[in-house]
């Protein structure tokens, strides 16, 4: 039996929840991640108005005020967004049970076999957008495909409110009927190599062989572009240790090298892992940060403690503490991820720290709300986000 998977992207998420929850936002430009004299922030989302302007995520924010000084500029909820982002992969679950969420805003549903129980698969999508609205009053962009790289790319396609499929074996055609900035994965950088080695479009690339790729670009980033113009249906989100871990990852538009920007990702996608441990009772000891850099090379690191992560700011400043272990300065990040893993349940007996200094009573208020939101979902309990200081 073929494959068949939905990758669901929410549109301009943060941006789109704060004009749906303030009417006078919609249709203009609404941007996430600092106000105007925040000296340290960056873009976290930009609406799509804004980014009519050039704004785009990751762009430091004074930056997108010079760009869009009329611009709605929000620090954020982020406790907030998560509790949305949950209610909609409560949502997702209903389709299949195999949800594999990527971060706080997409996610990969595996439909396989699903088209007795819900009809064809573009209809199923149909609906799956329309319960999301209902239920939250968001729209959602779905791409379906035998292939998981080229779902992706489709779930872009017709942003925002898109649906695009994409039959099994017409996944080279999609592909080659893309323009090169469509090809996911590959950043600025390696759109500039590509253009100054006359490879302007995908065909081109299609056009060489594989060792032309690997003699030129490398073995990964070969490999990558040989792979992917053909549609990478070997390309597998789906990690070996799903079952046993909880985990959020992101690619970015645009390659990451400033620190605030990238602590910034490290903080949404820790506050995505946290509040799905609460959902569903577990806890940890071990925490991975996963790098993945320009030139497509991969670098895990993972560490265990004596002491189970107590909240968002301590599992935040793990991973912050993990991913230092590892980056190599001024090298562009195209992928960052997190991971609880070797999860257990909260009943288990746990030696604790000696010295609490206040983690246990965080974890405590943080468990409190994310219970009361969801008994009273039509009540929002806001907690503030974590603002580095200045050094």
């Known amino acids: 039996m073929a494959k068949v998977y939905f990758h669901v992207d929410l549109d301009a998420f943060f941006a789109s929840v704060e004009q749906k929850e303030h009417p006078e936002y919609k249709g203009k430009p609404v941007i996430i991640g600092g106000i105007p004299g925040d000296r340290r922030a960056v873009v976290s989302t930009a609406s799509y108005e804004a980014r009519k302007y050039g704004v785009h995520s990751a ?3 004074v930056q997108a005020v010079k760009l869009c000084p009329n611009g709605i500029f929000i620090r954020g909820n982020y406790h907030h967004y998560a509790e949305v982002s ?3 992969m409560n949502i997702f679950h209903k389709y299949s049970p195999e949800v594999l969420q990527m971060s706080i805003d ?8 699903t088209e007795r129980l819900f009809g064809p698969f573009e209809k199923t999508a149909m609906k799956l957008k329309q319960e999301v609205f209902e239920k939250t009053g968001l729209t959602v962009s779905v791409g379906i495909s035998s ?9 872009g396609y017709r942003k925002p409110d898109g649906l695009t499929f994409i039959p099994e074996g017409d996944e080279e055609k999609f592909m080659l009927s893309l323009p090169l900035e469509k090809l996911w994965g590959a950043g600025t950088k390696t759109q500039e190599r590509l253009k100054k080695c006359g490879l302007k479009t995908i065909q081109s690339i299609y056009e060489k062989s594989l060792n032309y790729l690997i003699a030129i670009f490398g073995e990964n980033t070969g490999t990558f572009l040989y792979e992917s113009v053909r549609g990478n249906k070997a390309m597998n ?5 799903k079952n046993h871990s909880i985990s959020a990852e992101t690619t970015f ?20 892992v946290i509040m799905r441990m609460h959902k569903e009772k577990v806890r940890t000891r071990t925490v991975a940060v996963k790098i993945r850099y320009e030139d497509f090379t991969t670098f895990t690191v993972q560490e265990t403690s004596e002491f189970p992560v107590a909240n968002a700011d301590d599992f935040f400043e793990r991973c912050k503490r993990l991913f230092y272990k590892k980056y190599q300065d001024a090298r562009g990040i195209r992928l960052l991820g997190v991971s609880a893993d070797n999860v257990e349940k909260k009943d288990v ?4 720290e000696l010295f609490d200094f206040g983690n246990e009573k965080k974890s405590k ?20 986000r974590l603002i580095k200081k200045s050094k």
């Open 349 to 352: 007996p746990v030696q604790k």
């Open 59 to 61: 762009m430091p924010l």
């Open 106 to 113: 997409e996610a990969f549903i595996d439909m396989s076999g």
């Open 86 to 88: 949950q209610q909609i």
């Open 237 to 241: 989100f789906y990690r070996e240790v």
């Open 365 to 384: 208020v943080e468990e409190a709300i994310f219970n009361f939101e969801n008994k009273h979902p039509e009540l929002k309990i806001r907690k503030a």
């Open 253 to 272: 538009e645009f390659d990451l090298t400033d620190k605030d920007a990238i602590e910034s990702a490290l903080m949404e996608l820790s506050l995505s």
């Open 147 to 155: 292939s998981m790289y080229v779902a992706k790319i489709a779930s």
